[in-house]
């Protein structure tokens, strides 16, 4: 005698087991792929979380410390929140699996020492929120390796230094905002400043901090706010700082620059010089090389092109079809017809504060057997279909009462005969005949079709 259990136990078993691995926590509100947990009183995490979240909110509780290996499970998760927490330092690992994450928001904890292991392999990382903790220090790499790094906020801390020099094109390309706003910052390496990319000087906020007063500090504000930057412009009462260190001589020097009529200030040009080039006429796959003489000379320039079709490229761009050489010029491998339009290259010379533009109107033409395929062909496919319309419209048979039969009835396949009477060409007819001959032994048949003229 043989038994056996029936297979739909474990089928619904393994359900059972499933679901209860995939099951919303009683405090939290899931809906499709978002998690939410926030203002649920939470003082550790939850025991089981869905796997298949993209966003996961356990903002405004009273959670101190995250367990290793949590987000293991989460191989899809995108977006953290975790603002209003009791977090005061993160677990080596913690962000382990979980390197598409793309937002992560540590605000509002007690956070006092960024450490360089914190963010590791979160290379998709493109916003990174740690405004209002306790920070006062940020290790060297902390940001290495976040090559996707758009936005960093670090305001509203007690940071003392900061690494500026780990902050290069190659390493960040895409980093447009480092706000160190409300911090405690009395000397910068204005050297590493100058040296960051100028995408991120120009979202560079470093409003209410405790600058010393000296003329490097007030040369460097000076140009960014005769360049219009909007860290410097939107907060110019915003910028102090105190002479000889005292807090209370402290001046807003964007406003009251009596101080630094000593100070030597390098004056950039106001406007650009433009040089406009004739259009560049290419056909499609051809290379072309576009360069970037302009009035500037020397050996400390740095180049940076706008295109219609790729943006800005700079040399720390990566594409195996574009290519920027050391003295400016633009190199297109194989052009394609999106790559006309007007291409501008700036030209900079940093340590004299001048700049140039070249700009560049290029037309990819296609070769001549792929323009009549697509232009003459298309012409001629309008012209076929309207004259079968107008002969739809003005040749359609009408009623005859005076009519010839037509020759016998061909083998090759159906023929239609139209008869017209000219008696009738006066009448307004609703009504219409088309008849089909059949073999000769058969009777024509008729076919009434009601038209609506």
């Not at 209003?84 to 928001?105: E, M, Y």
């Not at 906020?153 to 390493?171: A, G």
């Not at 101080?259 to 390098?266: G, I």
């Not at 048979?397 to 008869?419: A, I, M, T």
């Amino acid at each position: 005698m043989t038994c056996g259990l029936n297979p739909g136990f474990f089928l619904m078993l393994f359900c059972l087991l499933h679901s209860t691995e995939e099951t919303c926590p009683s405090v939290c509100l899931c809906i499709s792929d978002a998690v939410s947990c926030s203002s649920s009183g939470l003082t550790k995490l939850p025991h089981s979380l869905p796997s298949f979240c993209l966003s996961l909110d356990l903002s405004h509780n009273h959670i101190s410390w995250l367990s290793p290996g949590f987000f293991n499970k989460m191989p899809r998760l995108e977006n953290l929140l975790m603002a209003h927490n009791q977090l005061k330092a993160l677990t080596p690992g913690i962000f382990h699996n979980v390197s598409g994450l793309r937002h992560l928001d540590l605000s509002s904890n007690k956070l006092s020492v960024v450490e360089q292991h914190y963010f590791q392999g979160l290379w998709r990382l493109e916003e990174l929120l740690l405004f209002n903790n306790k920070i006062t220090r940020v290790e060297a790499s902390t940001l290495s390796g976040l090559s996707s790094l758009k936005k960093v906020y670090f305001s509203l801390n007690q940071i003392t230094d900061f690494p500026f020099f780990s902050i290069q094109d190659h390493s960040h390309p895409f980093l447009s905002m480092l706000d160190l706003s409300s911090n405690r910052l009395t000397h910068l390496q204005w050297e590493d400043v100058k040296a960051l990319p100028r995408l991120v000087q120009r979202g560079l906020y470093l409003y209410n901090n405790s600058l010393i007063c000296d003329c490097f500090m007030y040369s460097m504000f000076w140009h960014w706010d005769l360049r219009g930057y909007d860290s410097v412009k939107n907060f110019k009462e915003e910028h102090i700082c105190s002479i000889n260190g005292d807090p209370r001589s402290s001046i807003r020097f964007l406003k009251q620059n009596r101080f630094f009529l000593n100070c030597t200030v390098e004056k950039p040009v106001s406007q650009p010089v433009t040089v406009l080039l004739s259009n560049v006429l290419v056909s499609e796959g051809e290379r072309v090389r576009l360069d970037c003489q302009t009035s500037l000379t020397g050996t400390d320039l740095s180049f940076t092109w706008l295109s219609p079709s790729k943006g800005y490229i700079t040399k720390a761009s990566i594409d195996t079809l574009i290519s920027l050489f050391p003295n400016g010029t633009l190199e297109i491998r194989a052009t394609k017809v999106n790559d006309s339009g007007l291409y501008v290259c700036t030209a900079v010379d940093i340590k004299q504060a001048l700049n140039a533009t070249r700009e560049v109107n290029v037309t990819v033409l296609l070769p001549a057997a792929e323009l009549f395929n697509t232009g003459y062909t298309t012409l001629l496919g309008c012209m076929v279909t309207t004259v079968i319309i107008l002969v739809y419209l003005y040749l359609t048979p009408c009623r005859c009462s005076y009519c010839k039969r037509s020759k016998p009835y061909d083998s090759s396949g159906l023929s239609s005969v139209l008869f017209c009477s000219t008696r009738d060409q006066t009448k307004n007819q609703t009504d219409k005949h088309v008849a089909f001959i059949e073999p000769e032994h058969q009777t024509i048949k008729g076919l009434r079709i009601k038209v609506a003229i």
